[in-house]
Structure formats: C-alpha cells, structure tokens
C-alpha cells in the first residue's frame, strides 16, 4: 500500500473565508490594575485623573473615585470621557457616582495656577479630591494616576505652604498614599475612566456658569480651550479674572 504523499484532502482546496471584522469602538476598560493593587495589600484604591491642565481659562480639576474588593461591576460604557459625547458623559454621571465607595472632584483656581505653575495647582486639586472621601471613608492607600508623570506626591520642599488654602482641606494631616502611573489609564482602568467622567462634567459645568459672566469667550462650547472665539474674544477684551495670566494668552488689539 502507496501514499501519495502530494494529495489533499478536497475540503483543503476550498477557498478560505475572509476573517470577520472586528467590531469597532472603545475597548471597555478592567479592573485588573486596581484588584493588582488591592491583592498587593491596599485596602482602598483611588483611581485619579485630571481636567483642563491645557485651557486658557479656568480652574484644573482632578476627579477622584475610590474602589475596594467588593466594588463590583462598573456601568455599562464606561470609558475615558473624551471617548464619549457631552451627552454620554452626562447619561453616565448618576451611574459614575453610585458605583465607586466614594468620590470628590477637587479643583485649583487660575490665580493659584499663576502663583505657582499648573504641576503644583494640578497637585493641590487632587490632595483637595483626596481630603474629600478621606472626611467619609478614611485614608486612601493608593492611587492609580493617569500618565507618566507622578504630578501628586508632594516634592521634598513642598509648594503648599505658599498657598492660602481653606482650614477645611486639611492638607498637611493627609498623608501621602503610594502612586502608581499608568499611560493611558483613563482607557484601561475602569476607576480611572470613572474619575475622568467626573472631572470633566463639573469642570464643563463650571465653564457653562462662568460663561454666563463672561460670554463673548463662548466658554459654553469650547471650556475655556484655545478655540477660535475664544482667542478672538482675548485680542478684542483682553483677559478676565478667570484667565490664567501668567500663560502666554493672545495680546489684545492695541495693547
């Protein structure tokens, strides 16, 4: 008995099929960097993330949502909030806000942005966000911040002696908790992408008030970002009080 060693079976000769397609859209994040964290030994873990670090006006916010091993599953399409629509974010906010143990948005003003540069401001936000869920659930043990850059552990010579902060924030008694940096974190980590959602809703929001005070800027749709009304607005009236003066702004027409 032969084999004829250059046969193949029929079926092998059918053409293949086109592979499906992918479903596009955002990959919905994990908890996996948070329940890594909190098997390392943390008993809570706050996912952090930031808003407004780029604006030409108005306050930076840090959003803050704290999560444990017995958070559960987070709300149906969650993901970083630029991914989503005003109206997303806003459908997911109710949702956001019941899910984690606690959370808080903390923000720094432009005139504490002049004083001392937006890593210091952006620094005080979140220790305001943290001194927020620490007054209902205790210290944070760690944190899981969006980025390279660790901008929220207080340098060895700390800034915020200079600052003239609220007595309420209590600051100086929070202690530091462990940092861990995550590029694209908002993306990945479900505590993350929930704290980008609730920065950037009340910091719109704040926008969306101030812009009432201030409407030639039309901070109502551009937030307080670089946007061609806004820059115009700037040449024509100069800055306002919301502006972060010590910024390279558009010089005003005929100053």
Known sequence: MTTDLGARPAAANKPRKAPAKRATGPVPPTMRHERSMLDSGARFVAGMDEVGRGALAGPVSVGV?????????????????????????????????????????GHAGPAEIDAHGIVAA?????????????????????????????????????????????????????????VRTLVKADLQCASVAAASVLAKCERDGLMTGLARQYPAYGWDGNKGYGAAVHVEALKAHGPTPQHRRSWRLPEQDGA
């Open 65 to 105: 949502v704290v999560v444990d091993l017995t958070t559960g599953a987070f709300p149906e399409g969650l993901t970083d909030s630029k991914m989503l629509t005003p109206a997303a974010r806003e459908a997911l906010l109710p949702a956001v806000r019941d899910w984690g143990l606690a959370w808080a948005v």
């Open 122 to 178: 952006l620094r005080l936000a979140g220790r305001r966000a943290l001194a927020q869920v620490r007054r209902s659930l205790g210290p944070v043990d760690a944190v899981l911040l969006d980025g390279k850059h660790d901008w929220l552990t207080r340098p060895t010579v700390d800034l915020f002696e200079a600052f003239d902060l609220d007595p309420e924030d209590d600051l100086e008694a929070l202690p530091d908790p462990a």
